[in-house]
């Protein structure tokens, strides 16, 4: 006999993947019990981040919310989850449709770093590498031949080196005479140099340039489809097979959120925002976080299923 009143919520992708809203509200209740103690005040409604769940049963029996309340807290576990599913879908998207527009574009994969920062140094830090990647994507050079770019800024922690990683990663469709000539194409060391001069540094940085080939069983497409949705690591920078003391955790957790404090990680550029505004794309970032992709393509029974918090079961249970 199954009592109703208990039954342990489950929501069951159409892959038969767990969605796994128990887990994230767990490390979401981790990060409010942390910003408590460090004193930050928006720890209240990190608690209250997705503590209802309201969704709409579909016709395949999968579950689809349509009401939550998200706290946005850039290092909350169930709003990066909501943010990477958004940003999968509005880059595959937009990517799709610049190679529809410009079919002989080709693309590359390019990775920017700088050296590790403290982090007292990790807002700052940030700041200039956007200032930096604005600077190096205007020069003659590159502007000539860029169709689109976007990118993504991620932040790692080294606990060996106790530094902060800050580096980009950026998806860019060129015009496919950049691979033509000399006076078009940027090898591995002018790539290098432009970044180095684009961020005045007085050391040689690591760059890492390559073009994104067909991948067997997806083919070109699925290849830079797949590098579009790479960059999703913003959404998850902590580290979690590595072992960290409470104490260190609060600290990591206070330098990242000043760290990322009022910065983009995620951009796009040229003919990728022309889509993405053509599109009507709401913000990855600070937007709705319950739609996270194309809302109209599935049916609904129209039974709705409703799903909240147990405090003290840790569990979310179904609303009977
Ligand atoms: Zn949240």
Redesign the pocket.
């Known amino acids: 006999m199954s009592d109703v009143k208990n039954q342990v919520f489950q929501d069951i992708s159409k892959t038969g993947k767990d969605r796994k809203w128990r887990e994230r509200k767990l490390k979401?209740i981790e990060l409010a019990g942390q910003l408590d103690i460090l004193g930050y005040r928006s720890f209240e409604r990190?608690y209250q981040?997705?503590e209802v769940l309201k969704f709409v049963e579909q016709s395949d029996g999968t579950k689809k919310l349509y009401q939550s309340y998200?706290?946005?807290?850039k290092l909350?576990a169930?709003?990066n989850w909501r943010r990477s599913m958004k940003y999968s879908y509005q880059a595959s998207k937009i990517v799709e449709e610049a190679m529809i527009r410009q079919p002989k574009g080709r693309f590359l994969f390019l990775t920017l770093t700088v050296k590790n920062v403290i982090g007292q140094e990790l807002n700052q830090a940030m700041t200039d590498i956007l200032i930096g990647f604005n600077r190096l994507m205007k020069y003659k050079k590159i502007d000539k031949n860029m169709i689109g770019f976007l990118r993504a800024t991620e932040v790692t922690y080294s606990k060996k080196l106790d530094s902060y990683h800050p580096h980009l990663h950026v998806l860019l469709m060129v015009k496919p005479g950049y691979f033509r000539s000399k006076d078009d194409y940027l090898n591995q060391e002018e790539w290098t140099e432009l970044w180095k001069k684009a961020m005045k540094l007085d050391y040689t940085p690591m760059v890492d340039i390559r073009a994104v080939k067909a991948d067997k069983g997806k083919g070109l497409k699925g290849a830079i489809l797949e590098t579009a949705k790479y960059p999703v690591k913003p959404f998850d920078v902590i580290d979690e097979k590595t072992d960290f003391t409470a104490q260190e955790k609060l600290q990591i957790v206070d330098d990242m959120l000043t760290g990322l404090h009022r910065k983009r990680q995620i951009g796009f550029g040229k003919l990728f925002k022309e889509i993405k505004k053509q599109f009507d794309f709401d913000d990855l970032e600070d937007g709705n976080l319950v739609q996270t992709g194309d809302e109209t393509e599935s049916r609904a029974t129209g039974r709705e299923i409703v799903a909240i918090w147990n405090w003290e079961r840790k569990n979310y249970y179904i609303k009977s």
């Not at 998200?70 to 807290?73: A, G, L, P, V, Y």
């Open positions: 979401n990190v981040c997705a998200f706290c946005k807290n909350c169930l709003c």
